[in-house]
């Protein structure tokens, strides 16, 4: 017969200087009692042997070490019971004696005999998250936390720690209590939250100081994520940039940011296209930054999200100049540029000892109708090139880098839409390239990787693999 499905109730309970009884000496009460002395609990263990190494744990506790057989005397006045010896008819007399007796019990490797499981927690200071499988997979329950565990960012314990000593001062200072929940929100989410991330700790504190004596204008007060989107693949973002994009009231977006990235956005949060339309220009670069202006100064959390990395080739430092002599907060956060993107998708190391000591990132960016390089320091030995904007002045870098010295079958790779779903890589040299590329239409954007790196593409492609290319 089936047995029915149980019910659990996640409680956290106030621990420290309770009764536990754990009966069992082996690798399985090892664990209980560490989480148990974790939590405070004033801990009894009765075993017929004990592991030297729990031995010692409870030694150093000053636990009660029992080694006696089990009776059902030993459950006088606990709080919970475990048991967790190798007998299963132990165990289960046990948990007939707890239930009789009404004190919570936890047999191990029997989760139907269950009043309580112990949950997997990701802790940050006085923060728990538990998470519970409800005894049908524990692994599982440890993958997840582990997956939570990598997107709590480590300073909220702290954060935890900081506005706990001000809450009663806030609760005097506005007594309105939706007020309060705005207040607490902007601090947790705002400048505050960010020094405290960033280990900033005093600044924080002085911070929250001035918001609390001025709630009204914590409240109003806004801040500008430069974040950077990578290349494509939304696995890129860094954990930063994932929070942050969540957290967004506004959006600043350009062509190069992914559909998959965009689709992270919150979808109650305003999005606003700020790049090139076919014929229209894009919006004028003083246009995007008093946008920026403008919307943190409406105390929103504007995120201006850039393909790539801000830094690179991305006018990221022209944008938050405004912010600076506005005395907005931001930050900045970096996203793995189009080069490294590409370079890891396509197999091809931008630098290798047998091939290259050294890379360049450079822009081929027209300049009334040339490219205006300085060609001879590009061809050097050993040396990768990356050409971002490059497509359209391809024929002139393939010719002119022959022309100062470059080998004309030197390999050179064009990769469309790197790391996305519809990557293409084309491997000519510099020689046939442009014939190679002359019936192929290029998708937007692309990347030129030139050295002899680009030889070893053949050998560590790995991406273009079993997805149907
Ligand atoms: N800040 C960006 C670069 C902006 S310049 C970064 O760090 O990546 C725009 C150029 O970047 C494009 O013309 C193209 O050369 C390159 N690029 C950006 N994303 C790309 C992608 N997914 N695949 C290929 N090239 C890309």
Redesign the pocket.
Known sequence: MKKSEKKFLPLFHQSEGKKALVVGGGAVAFRRCRILLDAGFVLTVVALAFDPVLKAMLEKHNAAIKQKAYEPDDIDNQYLVVAATDDVAVNQAIANVCKKRNIPVNVADNAHACDFVFSSVVERGPLKIAVSAGGKSPVLARLLKHLINGLVPSGYGELAGLVGEYRQKVRRAIPDEKQRIAFWESVLQGAVAEAVFSGKKAEAQSLLEKAVENPEKTIGAGEVYLI?AG??DPGLLTLRAFRLIQQADVVLYDR?VSDEVMSLIRPDAEKIYVGKRRANHAVPQDDINRLLVQHAKQGKRVARL?????F???RGGEEIEELSSESIPFQVIP?I???N??AAYAGIPLTHRDHAQSVRFVTGQLKDGTVDLDWKTLVQPGQTLV????LKGLPIIARELVLHGADKKLPIAL??????MDQQVHIATLETIVDVLENASVK????LIVGSVVSLHGKLQWFDKGRGH
């Open positions: 950077g290349p494509g190069l850039k393909g790539g990395d801000p690179v080739f991305g996203g540029t189009a080069a993107g590409c050409f971002y904007m490059g990769i469309e839409k790197g790391t996305t937007s954007p692309s990347l």
